[in-house]
């Protein structure tokens, strides 16, 4: 969940419109040292990536409601999971729907 939370952090936008990101790249790219933010992201267990492509594949179909976006659903899962052919087992969904509410969470902070 940290690696996660990290990269959620990082591809928020700023107000310029670029990310966290690539404001952290250009600083690197400009000075060859690299930012303590991007150099301390928490690994990702490999055995997990797959979880966390997974996530990133169901997030960019995401809806919206109109205040923001809106967490997926067990049935968009299931769609998903149905169209992809990608089996879940009970705590892969529960390992996604967690991401989802970190997601959520760094949308809507301030």
């Known amino acids: 969940m940290a690696h996660c939370e ?3 952090r990082l591809a928020k936008p700023l107000p310029d419109g670029g ?11 400009a000075t ?5 933010t991007l ?4 690994p990702m267990p490999d055995e997990l990536a797959y979880l966390w492509h997974w996530f990133l594949d169901l ?8 205040f923001g976006i809106s967490p997926l659903s067990y049935v968009e899962i299931k769609a ?5 052919r990608n ?4 705590w ?6 967690r991401l989802d509410a970190v997601r959520i969470r760094v949308v809507n902070e301030k």
């Open 6 to 8: 990290t990269e959620f």
């Open 19 to 29: 990310s966290q990101r690539l404001h952290l790249e250009a600083v690197y790219r």
């Open 32 to 36: 060859g040292k690299m930012p303590a």
């Open 39 to 42: 150099a301390e992201i928490p």
């Open 59 to 66: 997030d960019a179909a995401r809806g919206s409601n109109g």
């Open 80 to 84: 998903w999971s149905d169209l992809t």
């Open 87 to 90: 089996t879940l087992a009970p």
């Open 92 to 97: 892969e969904i529960e390992a996604i729907k």
